[in-house]
T-cell receptor, first 116, second 118 residues
């Protein structure tokens, strides 16, 4: 069973639009960690945020914000006033005891294209 | 601080040939991961080391893939013989230690090695 589902394969927006990337996860653990990574065309994975399961506070960092809701097992990511440089593939990931070393289980990613 | 280094960045081989990838983690990081990222998918863990011991290799195709981290620092991932479906980006990551229920150590990723098997 897929542990992290990113239902949106591709999203295209015009610059300055707001966009939300959805992430739904599945775990039996009470303690787990959720992440968002950005993968620009260069290919390197860039860490954006980590959330542990006990911290449901939403977070805002500049134009980025994250909404963590345990009741719906979702960890959604919103970019406000999108810019062309935001174009990338975004991955949501889960770390729990399914890997003995707490390695990351990634979703399939959402490709975001921001056009001028 | 230097990041995770990987080489080569690109490799093209014929099927049934062998290939090896090298990773140098961030200095002092005890945990090293190899992930395989097939085009259009998220990275998938192949193997995780803690120092020079294997923590998790449950998703490593052991009939053709092998990995080692002899001195607890650099690591090598080998494929022999390669198949067409091995075409992917191989990502190495490192963290200070493995995660656990009370804490999590951020993983830092290298630039990856893009393998094309013809």
């Amino acid at each position: 069973a897929q542990k992290v589902t990113q239902a949106q394969t591709e999203i295209s927006v015009v610059e300055k639009e707001d966009v939300t990337l959805d992430c739904v996860y599945e775990t039996r653990d009470t303690t787990y960690y959720l992440f968002w990574y950005k993968q620009p065309p260069s290919g390197e994975l860039v860490f954006l945020i980590r959330r542990n399961s006990f911290d449901e506070q939403n977070e805002i960092s500049g134009r980025y914000s994250w909404n963590f809701q345990k009741s719906t097992s979702s960890f959604n990511f919103t970019i406000t006033a999108s810019q062309v440089v935001d174009s990338a593939v975004y991955f949501c990931a889960l770390s729990d005891t399914s890997n003995s070393g707490y390695a990351l289980n990634f979703g399939k990613g959402t490709s975001l294209l921001v056009t001028p | 601080e230097a990041g995770v280094a990987q080489s080569p960045r690109y490799k093209i081989i014929e099927k049934r040939q062998s290939v090896a990838f090298w990773c140098n983690p961030i200095s002092g990081h005890a945990t090293l991961y190899w992930y395989q990222q097939i085009l259009g998918q998220g990275p998938k863990l192949l193997i995780q080391f803690q120092n020079n011991g294997v923590v998790d290799d449950s998703q490593l195709p052991k009939d053709r893939f092998s990995a080692e981290r002899l001195k607890g620092v650099d690591s090598t991932l080998k494929i022999q013989p390669a198949k067409l479906e091995d075409s992917a980006v191989y990502l190495c990551a490192s963290s200070q230690t493995s995660g656990g229920p009370s804490s999590y150590n951020e993983q830092f990723f290298g630039p990856g090695t893009r393998l094309t098997v013809l």
